[in-house]
T-cell receptor
Framework: QKEVEQDPGPLSVPEGAIVSLNCTYSNSAFQYFMWYRQYSRKGPELLMYTYSSGNKEDGRFTAQVDKSSKYISLFIRDSQPSDSATYLC??????????FGKGTRLHILP | DGGITQSPKYLFRKEGQNVTLSCEQN?????MYWYRQDPGQGLRLIYY???????QKGDIAEGYSVSREKKESFPLTVTSAQKNPTAFYLC??????????????????FGDGTRLSIL
C-alpha cells in the first residue's frame, strides 16, 4: 500500500503566526492532492484540492505541491484559534482510491 | 443546503448484535464511501460504491456489509462478526465516473460521522 506520511504533532503556534503543515507521498501515479480540516467529533472538511505542481491560494490558505520531491504543504496565514484542528492530507489517482495521511494536530495559542 | 447526513451520531452495540449506520446525501453524487477512523490510524476504507446496485470491498471489509439500492443512500451494517467495532465511522461521497462533464478526479466530501461503542 502506497503511503502518505504526516507528522502527527501536536504543533503549537501563537495566534497570527504562519503555519506550515507538510506531507510526503510515495505513489507518483496519484496526481490529485487534497487537504482536509477535521474538528474533534466532526467529519473532515475539504479545504484545498489541486492536481498540479505549484501553489494554489484560497483566502488565508495556500496549498503547495512539489511533484519532483513528492512533497505537499499547506500554509495558513494570520492563524486564528478557530484553526485549531487536525489537518489531513490526501493523494488520489484516476481510479477510486484516495490515500489519506494520519493527520497533524494543530493548536493555535491565543 | 446540500450535504451528507449520517445518523445516529452515537450508537451502542451489544454483544452478538448487528447495527446499521445510515448515510444519506442530496448532492447528486454517484460514488459513496465508508471509512473507519481510529486514533492514530487515519482513515481506512471499508466499502465503496460507484453506482447504484454495485459496491466493492475496501481494505477492511470483513465484518461489515453494505447495500446501494438508491443513489442517495449507502447504509453500513456492522455485523457481530466484527470483533472490534468501536470506532468513528465516516461516510463520504463525490462525483464519480458516471457524471458527465466532470473532468478528472473529484474530491470526496464527508458527513459528520457516527461514533460506535460496545456496551
Amino acid at each position: 500500500q502506497k503511503e502518505v506520511e504526516q507528522d502527527p504533532g501536536p504543533l503549537s503556534v501563537p495566534e497570527g503566526a504562519i503555519v506550515s503543515l507538510n506531507c510526503t507521498y510515495s505513489n507518483s501515479a496519484f496526481q490529485y492532492f487534497m487537504w482536509y480540516r477535521q474538528y474533534s467529533r466532526k467529519g473532515p472538511e475539504l479545504l484545498m484540492y489541486t492536481y498540479s505542481s505549484g501553489n494554489k491560494e484560497d483566502g488565508r490558505f495556500t496549498a503547495q505541491v512539489d511533484k519532483s520531491s513528492k512533497y505537499i504543504s499547506l500554509f495558513i496565514r494570520d492563524s486564528q484559534p478557530s484553526d485549531s484542528a487536525t489537518y489531513l492530507c490526501a493523494n488520489g489517482g484516476r481510479d477510486d482510491k484516495i490515500i489519506f495521511g494520519k493527520g497533524t494536530r494543530l493548536h493555535i495559542l491565543p | 443546503d446540500g450535504g451528507i447526513t449520517q445518523s445516529p451520531k452515537y450508537l451502542f452495540r451489544k454483544e452478538g448484535q448487528n447495527v446499521t449506520l445510515s448515510c444519506e446525501q442530496n448532492l447528486n453524487h454517484d460514488a459513496m464511501y465508508w471509512y473507519r477512523q481510529d486514533p492514530g490510524q487515519g482513515l481506512r476504507l471499508i466499502y465503496y460504491s460507484q453506482i447504484v446496485n454495485d459496491f466493492q470491498k475496501g481494505d477492511i471489509a470483513e465484518g461489515y456489509s453494505v447495500s446501494r439500492e438508491k443513489k442517495e443512500s449507502f447504509p453500513l451494517t456492522v455485523t457481530s462478526a466484527q470483533k472490534n467495532p468501536t470506532a468513528f465511522y465516516l461516510c463520504a461521497s463525490r462525483y464519480g465516473p458516471q457524471d458527465r462533464g466532470r473532468v478528472g478526479n473529484q474530491p470526496q466530501h464527508f458527513g459528520d460521522g457516527t461514533r460506535l461503542s460496545i456496551l
